[in-house]
């Protein structure tokens, strides 16, 4: 039981870790995305973010990996659902700022979700 709970708090904490970083997407878009030449303004705090962004998809594709198997409880699902919601609605913003896409099995759940439309 201490082994689920444990696992249930580091989900709820990567939920709200991983939310706020998309969020934070579109405000670097605005001040840090591509310029009229089509590149994208060089900044320690862009690149800052590209460093941090693979580490983000490396705790999205473990996220998605306890979602396949069950491990996320009906809210945590639900939340997991609008997360995937939110990172698809802000593929423009990570096209701009020239960070990697998620994982082809990611994107194929992004596609299914907003078929969904959930």
């Given at each position: 039981m201490v082994e689920k709970t444990a696992l249930s708090r580091k989900i709820d904490s990567r939920l709200r870790s991983l939310r706020s970083l998309f969020e934070a997407?579109?405000?670097y878009a605005e001040?840090?995305?591509?310029?009229?030449?089509?590149?994208?303004?060089?900044?320690a705090n862009i690149e800052g973010l590209?460093?941090?962004?693979?580490?983000?998809?490396?705790r999205l594709d473990?996220?998605?990996?306890?979602?396949?198997?069950g491990q996320l409880?009906?809210?945590q699902a639900a939340q997991y659902r609008q997360l995937l919601v939110l990172l698809a609605e802000q593929s423009p913003e990570i096209?701009?700022?020239g960070l990697k896409m998620p994982?082809?099995?990611?994107?194929?759940s992004l596609d299914r979700t907003a078929a969904l439309g959930s």
């Open positions: 997407l579109t405000w001040h840090y995305g591509a310029s009229s030449d089509g590149h994208a303004t060089r900044d590209r460093y941090e962004w693979q580490d983000t998809l490396d473990g996220l998605h990996a306890w979602y396949l198997a409880s009906p809210e096209r701009q700022l994982s082809e099995a990611l994107l194929a």
